[in-house]
């Protein structure tokens, strides 16, 4: 994600000042060699506090990990060094009712340097601002019903370890049932969701499901073939209700896609009248990073703190250099 961002940021002539990774073998190579660009003159590092402190970026694009515990001293680190965040962990796109304690400590740090923190990536358009759209040609709304797959096999080695891919049913099930399973994505996506339509969310449940396939399956990013009967991935089902009456489920899947397989984004309303979202052949791999960059200028221009994106406008087309959107002084 971090390299795709880089060629699109540098496409929107935003000046890539640093690059951090945690592996040996990444630092001193140049990020734009990295990215499969010409060099860039920006060496990557391990060492993200002197890299931080040396380049006093504007915006720091982090995607690292997913959850919130994982990334809170990053973030932090960041914050500290007086860099506003744009990140794509899945759980701080609205950890409010998954780290609400997190999120507060977040929120105050970002204020008290006066910065923002914000989460974005696929959600943003895909899951928050489209069905919101949706839901605002309604007159009323009984149900929402949105279902959706991605590739798992597109991301890196952490995100496949995460879907538990390669697993078998009686591992996925110990680790996927274990106390300490962390969040799932959809949790976090209803409940912006629930934000952005102003409505209170009363109860929640999650179930998961394995994905599992009766024949042998490649997987890239593993380098090898996962065995018929292994687990694959596995959708995460989200139920959501609200004390103002609409019920909202979420099913989310990712797992490594057979050939022929392409993501998928499908939204329902069940109201007055019913309504219908499908957006086709979804490349979330790409959507992930630009709408990740799209929305720096959001990030730079908002108040401080921890901002989630439904409390910012749908993403606008960024047609200019993405400092041509920043508020005067914001960039000073
Ligand atoms: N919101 C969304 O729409 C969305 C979509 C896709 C992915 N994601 C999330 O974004 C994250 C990244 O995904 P990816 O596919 O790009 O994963 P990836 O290929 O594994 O890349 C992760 C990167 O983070 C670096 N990293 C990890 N921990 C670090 C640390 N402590 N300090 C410095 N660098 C660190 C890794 O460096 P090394 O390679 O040197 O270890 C690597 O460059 C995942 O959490 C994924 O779930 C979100």
Wanted: net charge negative; proline share 6%.
């Amino acid at each position: 994600m971090g390299l795709l961002a880089t060629r699109l940021l540098a496409e929107k002539g935003v000046h890539v000042v640093g690059g951090i990774a945690r592996s040996e073998a990444k630092r001193g190579v140049d990020l734009g060699t990295m990215a499969g660009l010409d060099p860039m003159g920006v060496p990557v590092d391990t060492d993200a506090a002197r890299v931080l402190a040396s380049v006093r970026p504007d915006v720091v694009m982090l995607a690292t990990a997913s959850f919130m515990p994982e990334i809170y001293d990053q973030l932090a680190l960041c914050i500290d060094a007086g860099a506003n965040v744009l990140t794509i962990s899945e759980e701080t796109f609205y950890p409010w009712n998954t780290s609400p304690a997190l999120a507060a400590q977040i929120d105050r740090l970002a204020k008290a340097h006066g910065v923002t923190v914000t989460g974005g990536g696929h959600q943003d358009s895909f899951w928050i601002h489209q069905v919101s759209a949706l839901m605002g040609a309604a007159h009323r709304i009984d149900s929402v019903h949105g279902s959706a797959t991605w590739n798992a096999d597109e991301y890196g080695t952490d995100v496949v370890a995460s879907k538990h891919v390669g697993e078998t049913l009686e591992e996925f099930e110990r680790s996927s049932t274990r106390d300490d399973a962390p969040p799932t994505y959809g949790r976090n996506v209803l409940g912006a969701l629930a934000q952005a339509s102003s409505l209170t969310p009363v109860t929640w449940e999650s179930t998961v499901r394995p994905v599992i396939v009766d024949h042998d399956r490649p997987s890239q990013v593993l380098g090898r073939t996962l065995a018929a009967g292994a687990v694959i991935g596995y959708a995460d089902v989200d139920t959501m209700t609200t004390a103002e009456g609409p019920v909202f489920t979420f099913e989310m899947a990712g797992y490594v896609f057979g050939e022929g397989e392409s993501d998928k984004n499908e939204w329902s309303i069940s109201g007055e009248p019913d309504l219908y979202l499908h957006n086709g052949v979804v490349p979330s791999y790409t959507t992930t990073c630009t709408q990740w960059v799209n929305r720096v200028p959001d990030v730079i221009n908002a108040r401080p703190g921890l901002v989630t994106v439904d409390e910012m406008p749908p993403l606008a087309y960024r047609a200019l250099p993405l400092h041509r959107y920043v508020h005067d002084g914001k960039l000073d």
